[in-house]
C-alpha cells in the first residue's frame, strides 16, 4: 500500500503542476499547444467548450480506449492523470480566476515549456502515462508499427495548424518553440540523476591506478585488453563509470601515479547493475 501511494504522489503532483502551468502561461495568451489542451483550445474557441470540461471528456475516451486495446495494465498507469489533470486545472481556474503573470507571448511560451516539461517528465519517471493524445499513438502502433514518436509529431502538427485557423502565423512560431522547449526539458528530466561518466586509463602503471580507484574513490574497474596502434604492443585499458564528483578525483590520483596517462573522458546517459541500480557487494 505505502508503494502505491509514493508511486501516485509523483504522479498526482506533475499533473498539478502541468494544470497550473497551463492555466498561468497557456490560457491567458491564448497560446498555441499541442496534444490535448491544443484541441481543447480550438473547440474553446469555436464552440466555447469549457477546456477542463472537454479534457476530462476526451480523456476518459482515450482511457477507455486504451484499456480496450491496450489493456489494463496500461489503463491503470493512466487513470490518475485521465482524472487529475482536468480537475486540477478547474481547481485553479476557479482559484486564480482572471489572474495574468505577463502579457508577453515569448515568457509564457518559455516558461510554459520549461513547466510542461518538467510536469511531463515528472508523471514519465513515475512509470505512469499522461494518458489523452498519448494513447492515439500508442493505438497506431499497435495495429500498424506506426513509430510512436512519428505519430506523435504528426498529431501535434495537426492541432497546431487547426489553431492557426483563428491566430496569425507567428503565433504558429511560439507554439514549435513551445514543443521544442517542452520536448528538451522532458529529456532532461528522465536522465537527471541517471548520467554517469564513463573513464577509461591507459598507462604502463595500470596496476597502481587501478588499485587506487578501487581503494580510494571505491568505484568498480574492469581491464580491457587493448593493443598499441603504432607500437603492437599488448597493454591493459582500465574501464571505470563513476559520478560526476568522483571524476575530478580519479583525474587527480591518476596523473600523481602517472601524469603522462592518456584519459577518454565520456558521458554515459544511463547505467544499470551493481554499484548503481543496484547495492554494492564486498567480498
Not at 491496450?70 to 487513470?79: D, N, Q, R, V
Not at 482572471?98 to 518538467?118: K, R
Not at 585499458?237 to 587527480?252: A, G, M, P, Q, T
Amino acid at each position: 500500500m505505502i508503494k502505491i501511494v509514493r508511486s501516485v504522489i509523483p504522479v498526482i503532483f506533475g499533473n498539478f503542476l502541468y494544470a497550473l502551468v497551463v492555466k498561468l502561461f497557456i490560457l491567458p495568451t491564448s497560446l498555441m499547444s499541442s496534444g490535448t489542451t491544443g484541441i481543447a483550445l480550438f473547440l474553446n474557441h469555436y464552440l466555447s467548450l469549457p477546456v477542463s470540461l472537454f479534457v476530462l471528456v476526451f480523456n476518459l475516451l482515450m482511457l477507455l480506449i486504451g484499456f480496450l486495446i491496450l489493456g489494463k495494465k496500461f489503463a491503470m498507469t493512466t487513470i490518475v492523470s485521465t482524472l487529475v489533470y482536468p480537475m486540477a486545472l478547474e481547481f485553479f481556474n476557479q482559484l486564480l480566476g482572471n489572474l495574468v503573470i505577463t502579457d508577453n507571448e515569448l515568457l509564457n511560451t518559455i516558461f510554459a515549456g520549461l513547466g510542461i516539461g518538467l510536469a511531463l517528465g515528472i508523471v514519465i519517471r513515475s512509470g505512469a502515462s499522461t494518458g489523452g493524445m498519448d494513447i492515439p499513438p500508442l493505438v497506431l502502433h499497435h495495429f500498424f508499427k506506426i513509430p510512436v514518436s512519428m505519430s506523435l509529431y504528426v498529431f501535434d502538427f495537426i492541432i497546431l495548424s487547426s489553431q492557426t485557423l483563428y491566430n496569425p502565423l507567428e503565433r504558429l512560431l511560439y507554439g514549435i518553440i513551445l514543443i521544442l522547449l517542452t520536448s528538451i526539458v522532458l529529456d532532461k528530466v528522465l536522465l537527471m540523476g541517471t548520467t554517469k561518466t564513463e573513464v577509461k586509463i591507459i598507462s604502463p602503471h595500470h596496476e597502481q591506478i587501478a588499485s587506487s580507484i578501487l581503494k580510494d574513490v571505491d568505484r568498480g574497474i574492469t581491464l580491457l585488453q587493448g593493443k598499441g596502434g603504432y607500437s603492437h604492443q599488448d597493454q591493459s585499458v582500465i574501464l571505470s563509470v563513476v559520478s560526476n564528483r568522483e571524476l575530478s578525483k580519479i583525474e587527480k590520483l591518476t596523473h600523481q601515479i602517472d601524469p603522462d596517462a592518456f584519459m577518454i573522458v565520456s558521458r554515459v546517459s544511463e547505467v544499470l547493475g551493481r554499484g548503481f541500480s543496484s547495492k554494492k557487494q564486498y567480498q
